[in-house]
Each structure stands twice: as structure tokens, then as C-alpha cells.
């Protein structure tokens, strides 16, 4: 927490906070997490949110691969990652303090449940003694509150079993917390009563325990002072809290509305990408028909199927199942039909670490097909922006007739930030032409601009045509064997790709628009690289930092922006796909890489050491 | 362009309008030419508005079959034609859409897709054509292919045994699943018009000669002097009676069948007579099981029942969601969940 001044009440007045809240999954980890997001929300400051969850999905009760944790960061500026290291540590039992500790800040605050550091716990989290009393806490200043003890006594009377009321303390821990960070509890006893209208038994005495939790923060000092953050100077209108997921889903159905078409979403459970499957399986009302595969082929076959006969599709999958669906992306690659393929990359290769977030999977969007197999490339920059690019990826795909790779990770849809909703009338309505005429018609005749061909569909009397895997004659589209043919076929497909560059927009840099670094990142690093290079600009840094949204094509400004600037520092969670293709593509300009591969996000502060490193070490003269 | 035709009432129709201006490329001589022409030939007397079909394949010489038909068709890729076909049949339930497979295609590349095409009840049309061996890439074993049987891959013989089609698409709980021969023309078309006419996934296997790779495979049973003792003609609600001389009956004995003169006494077991409609598959099983030289083998209709297709059940829950919900506004939904205003 920096920049910590006093007022005249006991209230700090803080500019940012991170806290972690950490238990076993039974401990309403997530629930914690979320309302303390909305409350916050509400009082208007700009947040980030991350939850982890354990790879296991029922790991034995406090062990330490049971651990589920949440993090949200908070504060009165715009913030662009859910912060680096937490100020502050929930944790409801040894485990997640085991599994947590090392993230905390130095001198931050713990506040744990008491109640579970008891030997046959802390020695399942692997300590030798009671880590609150043994003295090896002392950097940090610990809180130890018998959660569960007072939670029980609150609810004494209430008319629920002992393991109904044990199962209201992490109610009890939120209102410590809120006190601790001066939240209003309104906006949580309002979900409570909503979600438990049929049982307001449980209702009740998941109030009694919030309330009681302020109460007990407030009365009995356990705490020197508590914090104040400002409100945050947002742009107005109305928002929600969305992650990763939710937008995707959201983009699509409005892409899918605004292209008047229905949607078709063809996909085999994976992780992280199933989530997505389960939210648009939600909409149905907005005729919006979900397939659950046999296999990750079957996905993104009946996906191509589904574009062939008219409806804006969509198939999406985590890195493994791109793998699966290589040879099918080549069918529509060749049939040159709309397709999107959303890839939540996770860390590889094989099945690697499922829960864990990577960028591994650049280069094979770029090359991991037979044949010269162009296809389009787009990747989200935080958790809104799963929305534009989601509706981007359709608007590309549908009005150049191309499959498309939309490119987003684990810690982007899982993550959540405030989003600002858009007005559905000024979001603009996606094209499609099909005009023709049977007089005329050319499967495989093209528009003098996109070069994209016409999406003719089965049920328009006339215009009866065959498609398929096999070369393409240029205008009929019959099956051909010929050489010349052959390379004119490929030169146009590359050739249409290039073209979107025209139809997206240029590169923003921000920051300087020359000088000495650039920092380029692409997808879900924007975060961190915007966070760390405005720091280093206060400071009087000359750094420009920019993010590619489009990768394939790149915007057209790219190049010029490159040649710019003395050194280009790209970060990547991956060992340096991005830099190679640039490097191949823009030579002449000076690349260097931050590569990271821990199945972690970049931190603000491995950014900055980067910078710093390449500021002290004179590598720029 | 002109707009869907749901509501174009079928024109009346002839053979030559189901011929596409391509050259048909199959050797001289092979099964596959019969089929093309009987389905040509059906078409146009399903009631369906030529731009409403499309023909979908994998890959191998059937799957060369969607360009030789003046309709919509997609040449797909190896094994995945049903995978298509289930998109295009949920992307537009109005079309009748028909997959043209073969043993290798359909049972080993696109086994796991036929299992379940056929299971989800998709209103496909499946056309399986069996010629026991992989014709377009010059010989192998396929899974149809007897054990034993020598070809280019198993030189020596195949030490595998071979998937039954008909067997498979009754176990994966095909609503209509027919046997019929590409030399029996007659028959085809009937067998044909049937699957066209079925709601939900019907499978048609057939058995088609490669008289390149495989020449005579089904000569055993297909061949003209012995066909009618050992080619029993399923027919709905008939005795399973067959012979030169409508002299010979398959009878049910406990679990299994028996084949003798008609007149033989029953002995424990007894004289079926045919229902496809059964709900239970268990005969239409047994009856697909039954293989020459033990056998006599069956042709025609096993199983026709109807059930609710996987399209009409998505499109029902849209409908459902839509009614109750009314169709969805988008402001409403981005709007939604919890939200809250800077001023
Ligand atoms: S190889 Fe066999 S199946 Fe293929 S076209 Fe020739 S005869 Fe027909």
C-alpha cells in the first residue's frame, strides 16, 4: 500500500490495495471474492480481479493442492491488473497461508481463522508448529481471529445445523473485511436475501455473521487503523464486473445479432474454454444453438457445417484441441468459409498445466496447419476486451470469408475488471453481402476488395454448387489440378488475409511516438506492460509501450512504428514467437524478449525490472 | 439473391436435374455408378425442392459423390462428413441432408462421428458404401474387411475382425438402418426412398463391388444363381420366408436363429415375422448379425421408428427459451447481472 497518510480519524487514506482471500474450495472463496468485488465496485473505485483455482476438483480438505484463492486489487486510478503482490491475506486455514505467504508483501497483514491452526491442520499444511505463534510471522503483522468460534456463538440461536452455521464464516471473515477497507455491507446483505429467498433461515444467519464480522472489527481494536480508498475518476455511465468468459460470450451473441444471423457454437469440454460453452448455453433465447461434440474435430467440423449453411460460427477450445482441429481449419481455410476459432491458451505443451495461463500458441495459430494455410489472427488485451475482439473475430471472419483464431488465455477469462457498457444501438451493424445471381453466380468469384468470395448457402434455388478440400479452380471453385491454378489459389487466400489490414484498425502507441524502448506486447500482457511503462513515465522514464490486438495481419502501421524506436522490448508469456515473427517480418529493428513461462501472469514489477535492467546496463548506446 | 425456399413448392422434377455437368470419375465398372443413378433417380420424388438437399462426404471414392449431384454438396475430409452434416442440419433444419461414407471413412477415421450422429438421432441420411478394403488409396484392410483377408497392408492376412455395419448403427441407436446391394437396383431405390423419407438419422449400407481392389467381395450372397437362397428380403410385417421356391424360413430358437425348410417342425423355436418398427432392436440385431456361410444374410428395412431428432429438440428449446423469455434483447442482456453507474 504506498503513498499511506494519515487523516484525523483512525482512517488511512491508501491509493491502492490488493487483497487475497485464500481457503479450502469449501470455504466460499469465490463467494468472498465477488461480493467484496461488487461492494467495492459500488463505491466506485477501479478494480481487477484473479481467481485461482486448484487443479483438482475435490482436493482432500485442507491440504495445500486444495488451496482456492481470489484476488482483487483495488484503487482510486485506473488500474490494469489485479496487483502484483497482496497487501492483505485472508486465509482460513494453514494451508492457504502455507501456499500464499510467499506472495504477501513485506510488512503486509494477515487475518487468519484461528480456529483452524490447530497441530493435525498446520501439519497437513506442512508446518512443524503453529505458524501464528511461532514467531515466524514477524514481518508481517498477523491478525488471528477465531473465525469460526465467533461465527458459531453469533448464530447460537439460529435454527440451522452446526455444519449450516459453520458454512456462514466466510460471511463473518467479509465483514472483518469490509470494516478493514470502510465498504458499505448493503450491497451483500441485498444478494444474500435475494439468493436465499426460499431459505431465510440461511439467509438470516448469513447476515447476522456479515454484520457481526463489521461489528467486531469495529468494537474490539483488533486493528490499529483501517483504509480509505477514493473513489476512482472513471468515465461516466453504467457498469458491470465481467471476466474473460462472460464477454466472449456476450460478444458473440451480439455479434451474432448484429449480423442478423444465429449463433452456432460447437464445442468439446476443455479447460479453460468450457466455461464459455456453459455461458452461451444460457441464451438461448437469442436463438443461440450450442453442440457439445463427441471430440474436438467433431467441434469444429459441425462448426464449419453450421458456417457452410448460414449461421455465424463459432467452435472454441484450449490449446490441445487447436491441435486436433489443425486439419479442419485447413478445410475451411480452403472452402474459404467464416469460421471463428477461440483458443484459451494454457500452459503447454501437451496437457501441461490446464489451470494455468500461457501465450504458447502464437506460432501455431500462425503456422500449425499443412499446406500454406493462412487464417486470420486476433488476441484480447484484458477481460472486457473479450467482448470487441469476440465481435471483431465474427465482423472479420464473416465479412472476408475466412477462418479466423481469436486468441485469449486462462488468466484473461477467468480475471474480471469494471466494463462500461456499450449502447447496443451505436454498436454498428455487420455486413454480409450475398449477392448473386444465378445468371452469374462464381462459387469462387471474388469482391475486387476483400477479395473475399461470396457465402452462398444451401436453400437459394439456382445456385446449387459443390465445395470441398480439394484446389479450386479461381471463379467456378471445381476441383483442379492445375499447377498455375494451384499457386494463384494460394497467392489469393495469403493475399485476402493481408487485405483485413485495411479493414482494422492502426496501432496505438502510448507514450512517445519515437525514442529509445518501445515495449510491445500482444494479447493479455496489456495489463502489466501499460501498468509498469506509465509508472516508469512518471518517473521521467522516455519508454512507449503498445499492444497488438491484431496479429495477422499486423496493423498496417506496425512496421513504420518499429523503425522508430532505438530498441524493441517484447514480452511474452512464451519464449519468443512474437519476436521471431516480427524479426523475420519488420528486420532491421532491434528486438529483445521478456520471456516468461511459469504459467503465471507478468507481474507489474517484472516489467519494470526489465526496463530498469536495460536502463542501468547502457544497452542503449 | 432469391430467398430461402422453405415455402418454394417443389417444381416437378426429373433425373436430369440431379445431374451436375461434372464427369464422373469412378473405374469402369465399379458399384459406385448404381447408386448415383438410383439416387438420381429417387430424388425427384422426395417433394423437396432441389436447393434444399445437400450432399455431404468424407474422403475416398464414394466421397467423391456430392460433385456428380446438381445440388448443394461438401467434400469434406477424412471420416468427418457426419461432423459436417450434424452443423449443417442444426445451422438449417429445412434441409435434407445426406452423407455419402464408405467402410473406411465412415467406421475408422469417422467411426467415433457415426457413433454419434446416429445416437443423437441428427436427421441425417447416412449412405455407408461397403466394399470391404480402401479403394482410393490403392488396397488396405479396412475394418469391413473379412479376417483373414489378404490385401496390400496385411499381406499375409488380416488378424483382425471385422465391424458389422449394420450391427453398429443398431447398437448406436439408429432410428432407421437398411441393408441393400448396388447390383439389387430395384431394391436400392426402394430402400432409398425410404431413408429419404425418414425423420432422424437413417443409415443405408451398401454393399458396392470394387472391382479393382476387391473385386467380387459379396459374390457369395449377391451373385445371381444363389442369391435368392442366400439374400433373405426383409419386408415389414412378413414372414422371414425366403428361397428359389419361398421354400426356407429363419426362425428365432432361444437367442439365436435357425435357418431350415419352411415346413420343418417348429422344434422350440418359431417363425418371425418381420417389425421394424420395434422398439426394442434386439431382433433387428440378431437379424443384422447374420452372416454367410452361416447364415443367409438380410437386406432391407431392420429398424424404422421414429423419435425426436436432435435438430427439432434444439430448435424446440430455442422456441421453449423464446416463448417464455421472448426473443432476447440485447441491451437487456449486456445490461444484465449486477451493475452500477458513475455519475
Ligand atoms: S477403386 Fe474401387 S471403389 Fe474406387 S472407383 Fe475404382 S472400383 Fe470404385
Known sequence: MADTKEVTTPIKEVDRVTIRFAGDSGDGIQLSGSQFTLATARLGNDLSTLPDFPAEIRAP????????????????????????????????????????????????????????????????????????????????????????????????????TKKEIDRSKNFFALGVVYWLFDRPVESTVEWVQDKFKRRPEIAKANVTSLKTGYNYALTTEVFTSHYRVRKADMEPGEYRNITGTEATALGLVAAARLADKPLFYGSYPITPASDILHELAKFKQFDVRTFQAEDEIAAVCATIGASYAGAVAITGTSGPGLALKAEAIGLAVMTELPIVIINVQRAGPSTGMPTKTEQGDLAMAFNGRHGESPVAILAASSPSDCFTMAMEAVRIAVQHMTPLILLTDGYLVNGAEPWRLPDVEELSRIRITQDADPETFQPYGRDPETLARPWVTPGHPGLEHRIGGLEKAEGSGVVSHDPLNHERMVGLRAEKIARIAHDIPELEVEGERSGDILVLGWGSTYGAIISACRQMRTEGVRVSNAQLRYLNPFPRNLGNILSRFKLVLVPELNLGQLRDILAARYPGNRYMGLNKVQGQPFKIGEIRAKLEEILETGVMV | ??????????????????????????????????????????????????????????????????????????????????????????????????????????????????????????????????????????????????????????????????????????????????????????HMASVLRRAADHRGAAFVEIYQNCNIFNDGTFEDVTARDVKSDRLVVLEHGKPLVFGKNSNLAVRLHNLHMEVGPLDAPSNGSHLIVHDERASDPTLAHILGNMRWPDYPECIGVFRDVRKPTYDELLLGQIDQAQSAKGAGSLQDLIHSGDTWTIE
Not at chain 1, 98 to 113: C, E, Q, R, S, W
Not at chain 2, 65 to 75: A, I, K, L, V
Not at chain 2, 169 to 182: K, L, N, W, Y
Request: charged share 15%; with cysteine; glycine share 8%.
Open chain 1, 61 to 160: 480438505a485442507g491440504t495445500l493442492p486444495g488451496v482456492s484463492s481470489f484476488q482483487i486489487s483495488f484503487s482510486e486510478n485506473p488500474i490494469f491488473t489485479p496487483g502484483d503482490q497482496p497487501d492483505v491475506l485472508v486465509v482460513m486455514n494453514p494451508a492457504a497461508l502455507k501456499v500464499n505467504l510467499k506472495d504477501l508483501t513485506d510488512g503486509g497483514i494477515i487475518v487468519a481463522n484461528a480456529n483452524t491452526f490447530v497441530p493435525a491442520n498446520f501439519k497437513k499444511a506442512g508446518y512443524d508448529s503453529n505458524p501464528l505463534e511461532d514467531g515466524s510471522l514477524k514481518a508481517y503483522r498477523v491478525i488471528p481471529l477465531p473465525i469460526t468460534e465467533l461465527n458459531a456463538r453469533a448464530l447460537a440461536d439460529a435454527p440451522l
Open chain 2, 1 to 186: 439473391m432469391a430467398t430461402i425456399s422453405e415455402t418454394t413448392p417443389a417444381p416437378s422434377l426429373t433425373r436430369q436435374d440431379f445431374i451436375s455437368d461434372q464427369e464422373v470419375r469412378w473405374c469402369p465398372g465399379c458399384g459406385d455408378y448404381a447408386v448415383l443413378a438410383q439416387m438420381q433417380k429417387i430424388l425427384p420424388q422426395v417433394g423437396v425442392a432441389r436447393e434444399n438437399f445437400v450432399f455431404v462426404s468424407g474422403i475416398g471414392c464414394s466421397s467423391r459423390f456430392p460433385y456428380y449431384m446438381n445440388t448443394y454438396g461438401f467434400h469434406s475430409i477424412h471420416g468427418r462428413g457426419t461432423a459436417v452434416a450434424t452443423g449443417i442440419k442444426c445451422a438449417n433444419p429445412n434441409l435434407s441432408v445426406w452423407v455419402v461414407t464408405g467402410d473406411g471413412d465412415g467406421l475408422s477415421i469417422g467411426g467415433n462421428h457415426m457413433l454419434h450422429t446416429l445416437r443423437r438421432n441428427v436427421d441425417v441420411k447416412v449412405l455407408l458404401f461397403n466394399n470391404r478394403i480402401y479403394g482410393l488409396t490403392k488396397g488396405q484392410a479396412s475394418p469391413t474387411s473379412e479376417h483373414g483377408k489378404h490385401t496390400k497392408s496385411t499381406p499375409v492376412g488380416s488378424i483382425e475382425n471385422p465391424i458389422n455395419p449394420v450391427s453398429f448403427a443398431i447398437s448406436a441407436e439408429a432410428t432407421f438402418v437398411a441393408r441393400t446391394v448396388a447390383t439389387e437396383t430395384k
